[in-house]
């Protein structure tokens, strides 16, 4: 079994998405002198490598606490790298992999942008999937997406109609993905289980891809 | 595939290893007027199910960043519910289960405790292994021991030398478990993926056990 560590670290002056609360890791004690290390965690529930969970944008939604296997299932990974350009992952760029995502419970875009983490490049100009390619992946039994940038809608957005469409249907989103080039493009189990907080409307996560092992 | 949530939730309120900082969900905002529901979290690195890595008592241990194929694996659980009068798990009793700990990644101690979560009983009488019985796991090639208690030392341990053998050895230590009588003996996939906190000493997880995928 192989484990493939698809997370950016939390850590103070992290990346954050635009006028977001920042990452606090306080010290509540050192082993000298107290004999221990503890830290006080103060994060928002979107921080680094996260998932949106429906109650994110719908009253009423789904939230992080109940019903685990909606967060581990059989990968896909799309190869969205020259999609960059446009700006758009098209409908008529996914078709390709139609026999594909009927096999698969998460669709994970690889765009590339991960490599702009910690710059100012990794805020804009991400490709994100437009309506038409959001409404064909919810026509698959998926039970999420993912992505290794900051959104599913463009950074000027304010209506998110992309995150509530997949929402509606049902999917979490995963963001700020890492390290995606490890990944083959199937044949692994991913997994985003997140802390399971009461009507927590989303969660960081430690993603990860297993291999070696299968899952149905 | 069946994934079984050994978790307890993360609310304001929820049980605290005495002492402890407690937990504080706070709103960041709503869908009305907002748009969107977002939680600012804060929380100690121990709070609810969690895990200990080496860190939290070892100068220089493990911490919760790297090598995420420590935190899943094959589990094992040992039923301890008899030996709670006794408050002890004994070497004596651990024995025969030799030839399934050969197997395992993960120890899993089922001693009924987490019957008493929300109650002042929990905090008190548990069952732990002793020092005997913490060194024979020792000499098992396990990535971690999780238990539905509390803590591996008695609650007026100072010393916390039961932790201390185990985190010595490399285990993680998964603590306050729940629903544990919904596992099998084996046969299962065990998962304790903590956050990706830089120098972490520990991390609150979603535990689960999956069914119905193999991992070698």
């Not at 789904?62 to 019903?67: C, L, V």
């Amino acid at each position: 079994m192989q484990v493939i560590d698809l997370t950016h670290t939390i850590e103070e002056g992290m990346p954050a998405y635009p006028g977001s609360e920042g990452v606090r890791l306080e010290s509540l004690a050192g082993i000298d002198p107290d004999g221990y290390n503890e830290l006080m965690l103060h994060f928002p529930t979107h921080t680094g490598t996260h998932i949106d969970c429906g109650r994110h944008f719908l009253a009423g939604g789904p939230d992080t606490s109940r019903n685990p296997e909606r967060f581990i299932g059989r990968g896909l990974v799309i190869d969205c790298q020259r999609q960059g350009k446009a700006r758009i992952i098209a409908k008529t760029y996914l078709q390709q992999f139609e026999s594909r995502l009927k096999q698969a419970d998460f669709v994970i875009f690889h765009t590339g942008w991960s490599r702009f983490w910690g710059t100012t490049d990794y805020f804009s100009g991400f490709p994100v999937p437009d309506q038409e390619a959001a409404r064909y992946l919810t026509g698959f039994q998926l039970k999420g997406i993912g992505t290794d940038t900051v959104s599913f809608d463009h950074i000027d957005s304010h209506e998110f109609q992309i995150h509530k469409i997949f929402l509606a249907a049902g999917f979490t989103l995963i963001e700020n993905l890492a390290n995606l080039k490890k990944l083959p493009m199937e044949g692994f189990l991913f997994s985003c289980l997140p802390l399971k907080i009461k009507d927590g409307d989303g969660s960081p996560v430690r993603a990860v891809g297993v291999l070696g092992t299968t899952g149905n």
